[in-house]
C-alpha cells in the first residue's frame, strides 16, 4: 500500500480523539469511530462537533427545567398558583426564552454556516454517484483527470474542492470525519470543501437512499501528509502495471477473454469499459465493492465469483462458471495491479 | 334567545310533561337507530363511521409496528440476514408510509369525526355520508398499499419516494404505482374527510357558540383540517407528475430532457413538512382537553393557544426547504428556511407552556391520561431541542439522513403524536364504550412504552453521531454501531409488548363490567354530557352555549339537556335532522336533514378504488370503465340524498324559533363544502403551476429556444369560448333563480357546448402548435395543465347536466336552486383555472420571445 499510514480499516489514528477521551468523561470514548462526526478530523467536522457539545448539554437544560416545571405543576404543587403569575410564565418560558434561544443559535449558525463552506481550494476533484460505487477523479497538476474509484484520499492541511453529480439517481456524499454531506443529484453539479486536519484513516458512505445497494456504498477516507498524497496521485495517474508473475499473466488473459473489460478499464491495457469502475490500480486500493470488502486476494475471489452474495443488489454479473484456478489467476492479476 | 335558566325556572314549558319527552325520546331514538345484521354496514352516523375509522388507523399502526420490529431485529447484529435486503427496503418504506398517511392523518380524522357533534352538543356532521365515503376509501386503499408486501411488490423507494429511482420503470417496479396510486386515493379520501370536518366546525356548532367559545379540541380540527386542504393537494400534483412520467414517459424529472428531480422534492416537502405539523396538532389538541379536564380549570391563556396553533400552520408551510438542506441551495435560501424552522419552536413553546400555567393554576388530579400527557411532553420537548439543533444548517449537514433524524423524528411523533392519542383513547373511551379501561394495565403499558421507547431511541442520537446513516439494511461491525443497535431493538421489543398490553385492555370484552359513570372525568365539554349507555342521536337536544365549558359553567345545564328544554328535542316527522349555525356567531339558520344508512358510499368507494388499482396495473380500459361506474354511483347518491325538497318552507326549532328547512347558496353547507372542496383542488393546480415555473428558473430559457409552443390564437379562442360557458353559467343561474326555468333549460346545455369547445381549441392548441409530451419538460407540463383543464371541464359540465335534468324532473326548481348555485361556484373556479391555462400556454411564451 502507498498510503504510508500502514492501518488497518479498522484502526483509527486519531490524536484529537485521544485528547479529548483524556480531557472528558470515559463515556465520550464511545463518540470514537471511523465514521463518527464526533471525532473530528476535519475541519468542517471539527466546527460541527464543537457545536454539539455546546448545543447538547444546554439541551439537557433545557429539558430538565421544562420537564421538572410540568412535573411540579402537575404531580407536587401544594396549592394553586394565581392565574396572573401563570400567564407570565407562558410569556416568559413561552415566548421570551425560546425566542432569544433561538435568535443566538440562528446568529451562531449563520457564522459556521460561512466556515463550512470554504472557498480556497488547492485541489479539486470530480465525483458521480453510480449505483453503487462512487466514480471519483482528481485533476492532477497536469490538468489530467485521474480516475480513483471508490476512495478519497486528501492531503493534510489543504482546502481541496469536490464537484459532485450523479448518474441516474440521487446519492449523498458523506465523509463524516472531514465534513458534512451533499447530495449528488443527476443533472445537477453540487459543490463542497473539505478540509482534512489529521492524518488517519475513515470512512464515508452514501447518506441518501439510492436503491437496493445503499447500505453498502462506502468509501475508505485517507489524510495522508501532502508528499505523500503527490506521490501516490501520480502513481495513480500511471498506467497498470504489467503482469509480474505466470498466475497474474493468465489472469490478465482471463480478463480480457472473459469480457471483463466491457465494463471496466485497466489503463495501457485493450480493457477500456466505463460502466464499472477503474481498475488500473484495483491493487493498491483500501477495499473492492465500495468499501464493502478489505482487499485481498481472497476477498477478490469471493467477489468475483459472487458479488449478489457480498452486495445484494450488485449490478456487476457473477463469475461462479470459472474454477477456482480461473478464479485465482484473476485475483492474482488485480491483485498486481498496485 | 331567552336564558336557559329563565326558560326553565320561571315558565312552565310542555317538556314539564315527562310523557311527552319519553315520546320525543322514543322517536329520536328510532330515527337514529344503527343498522342491524348485515345492514350494520351500511351506517354513516358518525359514531360508528368513527368507531370503525379509529379501530382501522390502529389496525395500520399495528401492522407498521410490526414492521418496525421486524427491522429492528435485521439490525439488532451487524451482517445479519433475519430480512433480505428486497424485504427490508419494502419494510421501511411501508413502515414510514403506513405510519404517515394510514394512521397518523387518517386516526386525526377518525377521532375527530368521532367527537365532533358530541363536542359540539350536535346531531352529526353535515355530510354523514361523505365520512363513511372516505371511511371506506381508506379502508380500500390502505388495505391495498399494504397488501402489496404479502406478494412482495411492496414500493422500495422509501415514503419520501424520490424520482429518478421512483420515475425509472427499470429501477422501480410496480410498488412505486402502488404507493402513486393507491395513496393519491387516501389522499382524496383525507380531503373530503377535511372538507366535512372545516364545514362541521363551521357550520355545525350549537346555537350560541361564537367562534371564541369554540373548545379548543375544534380549534385544533379547524386549524388542521385547513391545513390538509393545502398540504395535500401539491403532493396529489406531485403524484400526478410522477405517475405520468412512469407509466407514459413525460420527462418531469429526468434532467436529459429538461425535467428536474428536486421538483419532486419541492412538491413533496410542501406537503411533507406541514404534514409533520398536520400529525403534531391533533395530538396537541387532545392534551389540551385533558389538561383543563384533570387541572380542574380552563385553559389559562386560551388565546395564546389557538394564536399558537394558527401561527405554527402558518409557519409550517415556511420551512419545507429544511428537508433539502443538503441539496446544494444558495446560502441565503438555507438562512431563511433555518430561521423559519426554528422560528416555530415560538408557537410551540407558547402551547407547552400554557399547559404548564394551566396545571399550575389548577388543583390537578392525577390520572392515567394524565401520566400519558406528562410521558408525552417529555419525549416531545426532547424531540423538540433536537429538532433546533438539526434546524441550524451546519448542525444538518452532518445529522441529516443519519439515525440522529430517526431518533429526532421518533422523538417527535411519538411524544407528539402517539403518546397524547393513547391518553386520549383511554379518556374518550368512555365516551366511546360506556366502559372504563383498566387502570393497572394503562400504567403497565405506559411504563413499557415509554421504558422502551428511550431504551430504543435515546442512543440512536449516538448512533447518528457515530455515523449510521438511514434506510439501511445492513452494517459492518467495528463502526463503534454494534452494540447501540442491539441495545435499541431490545427498547423496540418493550415498546410492542407495552402496545400489546394497551391493546389487550382496549379490545378485551368488558361485558360483565359495570358501565362508566356519566361524565367520568368531571370534564367540562359537551361531549361528556353523553349519557350512559350512549344513544346515537349525538344529542338529546341541540343546547345553547353560553361558556366554553358548559358543563362547569352553565347552571343547570345537563337537566336542560336531558329534558330537551334546547332546540331540536323531537323527530316529529322521522328524519334525522341537526342544526346549522352562522360561521362567526353561531346564530341558528336551518335546520338540516341528514341522510341515513346507505350502502352507495360503499359502492362509490369499490368503485373510484378500482379506477386507482386497475390503473396500477396498467389496465387503462377497465380503469375507466370502473371510474365511470363510479361517477354514476356518487351522482346517484347525490341525486338521492341531497338538498332534498321538503315537505314544508319551516319548522319550529324548539324555543319559539322557527327555521328553514331548506338553503341555497352560501347559506348552504353544501355551497361551503363546495366553496372549500375547490380551494383545495385550486391548490392542486397551483402545484402544476409551480412545476411550470420552476422549470422556468432552473433554465436559462424556459420553454428552450426553439421548441414548439402553443398555437397562440387557438389558445385565444379557448379562453374566450371558457369565459362565455362561464358567463352563461353565471347569468343563467341568476336569471333561474329569480323565476326563469327557461335560462336553466337553455343555458345548461349551451354552457356545456362552450365548455366542450374551450377544451377542444387549447388541446388543438397544444396539439398544432407541436407539443410531444415525452419530448421535454416544457411540452410535458403544457400537456399536463391541458389536461387538468379537460378533465374539471368534464367534471363541470357533469355538473350541468346534472342539474339541466334537476330542472326536468323537478328536483331543482327557482325556489329549491342549492344545486345550481354550487355547480355556479364551481364554475367560478374553472374560470380562474382557464385563465391561468390561457396565460401560461398562450401568454407566457410572448414574454420569452417566441410568440406568434
Redesign the interface.
Known sequence: MQSGEGTSLRIVHHPRGRRLIVLMPLWLAGCDGPQSWLAPAGRGADTVAGLFWVVVPAAAVIWTVVIGLAVYAGAITPRPHSEKGASRLILWGGIVAPTATIFALMVVSLFLLRDVTGNSADLTLNARGEQWWWRLAYEDPQGRLVPVPNELRLPVGHEAEILLTANRVIHSFWAPTLGGKIDMIPGRENRMTLTPTTPGVYRGQCAEFCGEAHAQMAFPVVVMQPDAFDDWLAGQAQPARAPATEAARRGAELFLSEGCGACHTVRGTPASGEVGPDLTHVGSRLTIGAGVLETSREALIDWIAAPEVVKPGARMPGYAMLSEAELGYLADYLMGLE | MTDAEANRADRPSPQDDPELRTAQEERLKAVWKEPTGWRYFSAVNNDIVGKWYTLGAFFFFAFAGVLALLMRTQLMFPDNDFL???LY?QAFTMHGTMMMFLFAVPVFEAVSIMLLPELLGNRDLPFPRLSAFGFWCFIIGGVFVTGSIFFGAAP???WFM?P??SS?PQ??GIGADIWLLGLSFIEIASIAAAVELIVGVLKSRPPGMRLNLMPLYCWYVLVVAGMILFAFPPLIAGDLLLEMERAFDWPFFD??RG????LWQHLFWIFGHPEVYIVFLPSIAIVATIVPTFAR?PM??HS?VVLSAVGTAFISFGLWVHHMF???LP?IS??FF??AS??V??PT????????????????T?SVP?LYA?GA??IF??GG??G??VA???????A???YFVVAHLHYTLIGGVLFPLLGGIIYWYPFMTDKLLSDRLGKWAFWLMFGGFNIAFLPMH?TG????????????E????DELNMISTLGAYFIGAGFAVFAWDVLRPKGKQPYAPRNVWNAGTMEFSQLVPAEHWGARCVPVITTRYPLWQQEGFLKDLDEGRFYLNDAEEGKRETMVTSVLDADPMQVLRVPGPSYKPMGAAVFVGLLFILGTFGLYAAAVICGAVGGVVILWWLWTGTSPIPEKEMKHAGRGVHLPLYRAGSDSVGWWAMFITMIGDLTAFFGLVFAFFFFWTIHPDFPPPGADIPEFWLACLGIVLAGLAWLTVWRGQARHHSGSVRAARFGLPAASLLAAGAVAAFIESARRGGLVPTSHAFDATCWIIVLWLGLHFAAGVVMLLYCLAGSFTGKMTPRYDADFANVLLYWHFMLVTACITFALLGLFPLLTGDGP
Open positions: 433480505s435486503m428486497e427496503n422500495t423507494g422509501g424520490y429518478p429511482l425509472e429501477q422501480m434532467p436529459e425535467g428536474d428531480p428536486i380549570v389559562v391563556g395564546w443538503t441539496t446544494g446560502n438555507l438562512a433555518s430561521a426554528e422560528a419552536a415560538i413553546g407558547v402551547q407547552i407552556f400554557a399547559f404548564i400555567a394551566t396545571l399550575l393554576v389548577g388543583r390537578v392525577y394524565m406528562t411532553l417529555a420537548v426532547a431541542l433536537t433546533v439543533m441550524m444548517v451546519p448542525f444538518d449537514f452532518q441529516h439522513d443519519s449516538l453521531a457515530l455515523g449510521m446513516p438511514r434506510r439501511v439494511w445492513t452494517y459492518a467495528g463502526l463503534g454501531w
